[in-house]
């Protein structure tokens, strides 16, 4: 294969990473976690990247004043205790499928921008001290702690053809701005997510890129170089024994796999969707993403990430990347652009799911890297009258559905202007280990390069009050 269609193959390549201090990992045996009487199959992300306002969105305070509660009102939902914001009818219908859990903080370990908050909410771990130092600079590293999908990934057993983890239709965020935090990090390369891409242009279009074969590459010729690659990779490791090196090799051999698998092309054909479903999840990127998700949730992926693909061309309106960093006018952008397309296509997703009986044995969730201030107005885009938003690390929300959750119901409590949690506040690495725990990865134990045992997640208790 050429080297750009072998680096496509390759699906992210060293490129994405950038070499930085090694980060400490508590060493000892890893402590056997409980899990869910009959684990989910698999899981589904849907990040909503930028910051999603949680209390425009699921946690609206209509008693507070004007500042904080804004413009949107609460509408009544099939759930018994849900309220969503007036601009989301159709997924009120189906809040008795879906519990929302309010009040998560990261309690001040954070720092307020994006890196950090991805990375956070990602993996269950809070940001190291390289965070505070880089803020929004600070480059994945292979020492991260790995992202939560990774771990599914790794721990699950293997998928016959297709990758543990998928992402799409994107990799956030542009680089040189990588979020950190989506990658496996020290667990190793081999338990990355595989990136498929998806355009604004051709939203239907889902070819994989990253398991194409070049213009005229037959697999015939593709198994020639295929040896020929195997040799060379011999000679390097006979040379060079690093983990990298060993990492990127067994990258190679999966997107060969992919390469010759049949079925691989026939779980990325959304145009064979009919029109009629097509059209009830939206003719937009975003749309098309979560119905590529349904099809990879029936193709038995263990682990599938939707990242919310920002539009640019609301970028200066919203003074942000066009996604939900609304720091400026925050309710048009809400009301005329994220909301309305948010909703179509996530109530489709949840009624599509519900309808084919796959949502019992699938987890869902909706989160984001942080929520909203509050108090309206972002000094960053005019104040008062800019009717931004900031970032608010404090406070956020996340959507919680399937897999034996039941619907209808909300987890923790925010105060009166949904500023902080009211009693008892719930962090990243609660939901994080509310994930294993529907999953059923009771053995978080991993080794270093010197085959010493660490837990690849201390803190955190999950949400078992959710279920049942």
């Not at 001040?108 to 929004?136: E, V």
């Not at 009693?423 to 990865?441: C, F, H, N, S």
Request: hydrophobic letters at 35%; one cysteine or more; aromatic letters at 8%.
């Amino acid at each position: 294969m050429d080297r750009r269609a072998f680096l496509t193959a390759s699906t992210m390549g060293l490129a994405s990473l950038r070499f930085g201090p090694a980060l400490n990992a508590s060493t000892g045996p890893g402590v056997t976690s409980p899990t869910l009487a009959k684990p989910a199959k698999s899981t589904v992300l849907f990040f909503l990247c930028g910051g999603a306002s949680h209390i425009d969105m699921w946690d609206m305070k209509p008693e507070a004043p004007l500042e904080f509660r804004g413009e949107f009102k609460p509408i009544r939902t099939t759930g018994a205790d849900v309220r969503l914001c007036e601009h989301l009818p159709l997924l009120a219908k189906q809040a008795h499928n879906f519990a929302m859990v309010h009040g998560i903080t990261d309690g001040g370990l954070a720092t307020g921008d994006h890196h950090a908050g991805y990375y956070y909410n990602l993996t269950g771990h809070a940001p190291d001290i390289t965070f505070k130092q880089q803020g929004n600079d600070r480059r994945p590293y292979p020492e991260d702690w790995p992202y939560m999908g990774s771990v599914v990934g790794m721990k699950r057993p293997q998928h016959p053809t297709l990758p543990q983890i998928i992402s799409l239709p994107h990799k956030p965020s542009k680089l040189p701005y990588t979020r950190p935090g989506q990658f496996a990090g020290r667990i190793g390369m081999e338990h990355d997510p595989f990136y498929v891409n998806g355009s604004f242009d051709e939203p239907l279009k889902f070819n994989a890129p990253t398991i194409s074969m070049g213009g005229g590459m037959t697999a015939a010729r593709m198994q020639d170089r295929h040896a020929l690659l195997n040799a060379m990779n011999q000679a390097r490791r006979e040379l060079d024994q690093e983990a990298a090196i060993q990492n990127y090799v067994k990258q190679q051999e999966r997107a060969f796999e992919l390469l010759s698998s049949s079925s691989t092309t026939s779980a990325f054909d959304i145009k064979s969707e009919p029109q009629k479903l097509r059209e009830r999840y939206g003719n937009t990127i975003n749309g098309t993403s979560l119905l590529m998700a349904r099809r990879l949730v029936e193709a038995g992926v263990p682990f599938v990430t939707v990242f919310w693909k920002e539009d640019e061309s609301i970028a200066n309106q919203c003074k942000s990347a066009g996604g939900w960093d609304t720091h400026g006018d925050n309710f048009n952008c809400l009301r005329k652009y994220l909301l309305p397309q948010f909703d179509q296509a996530f109530s489709a997703f949840m009624e599509d799911m519900s309808g084919r009986g796959l949502l019992d044995e699938t987890l869902v969730m909706v989160t984001s890297e942080m929520g909203r201030m509050p108090k309206v107005g972002d000094r960053r885009s005019g104040g008062t009258t800019g009717a931004g938003r900031d970032h608010w690390t404090a406070c956020m929300s996340v959507l919680m559905a399937g897999a034996g959750i039941r619907g209808g119901q909300v987890i923790g409590e925010t105060d009166a202007r949904a500023e902080l949690p009211k009693d008892l506040p719930i962090r990243p690495e609660d939901i994080t280990k509310t994930v294993y725990y529907a999953m059923g990865i009771s053995d978080l134990e991993a080794k270093d390069k010197l085959g010493r045992p660490y837990n690849l997640l201390d803190e955190g208790k999950p949400l078992t009050e959710l279920f049942g």
